[in-house]
């Protein structure tokens, strides 16, 4: 989702520092962790995309 779209009622840390300082401290480790990155796209682009991946990868 991009950023703007996030709620932040009731995240005392994302109201108080930003959704967007919070997130650009974050990226290298989301990026780190995470096997594949799929774009923003619809439910079933994303799962499509998801399974292709997944069945290119070595076991």
């Given amino acids: 989702r991009a950023l703007a779209d996030l709620p932040i009622d009731g995240r005392p840390v994302s109201q108080s520092q930003g959704i967007e300082a919070i997130y650009q401290a974050r990226k ?7 096997d594949f990155a799929v774009d923003n796209t619809t439910p079933q682009e994303a799962a499509q995309a998801i399974v292709s991946r997944a069945q290119k990868a070595p076991l």
């Fill in 28 to 34: 290298p480790l989301y990026e780190a962790f995470s």
